[in-house]
């Protein structure tokens, strides 16, 4: 969506109105301290966080099927996977004799 720079314009203008330039600019220096602010704590708290920890819950919630046919294939595979390996290791008892 975005602001149009005549759309910034009109604003700046109603604001210029409204409070004046010098609360305009006490206000927008304000904000800037704010947004400035609010980025140093972010960082900080990214900085903190285990993300080693946070890989591996990620990578599980990645397993975790969300959806009734995901379910179902995560059901279907995990019951052929022995089948699977008895048939691998009849066929190498068979090559062996």
């Known amino acids: 969506m975005g602001f149009h720079p005549l759309d910034l314009i009109v604003i700046v203008v109603v604001g210029l109105l409204i409070f004046g330039p010098?609360?305009?600019?006490?206000?927008?220096?304000?904000?800037?301290?704010?947004?400035?602010?609010?980025?140093d704590m972010k960082d900080k708290l990214m900085a903190e966080l285990p993300m080693e920890e946070i890989s591996r819950v990620n990578e599980t919630i990645a397993r975790i099927p969300t959806s009734p046919q995901q379910m179902a294939h995560h059901l279907v595979s995990s019951a052929l996977k022995p089948e699977k390996e008895e048939v691998v290791k009849d066929a190498e008892v068979d090559s062996k004799s």
Do not use: D, F, M, P
Not at 22 to 39: D, E, I, Y
């Open 22 to 39: 010098k609360t305009l600019q006490s206000l927008s220096h304000n904000a800037g301290r704010g947004v400035s602010k609010a980025k």
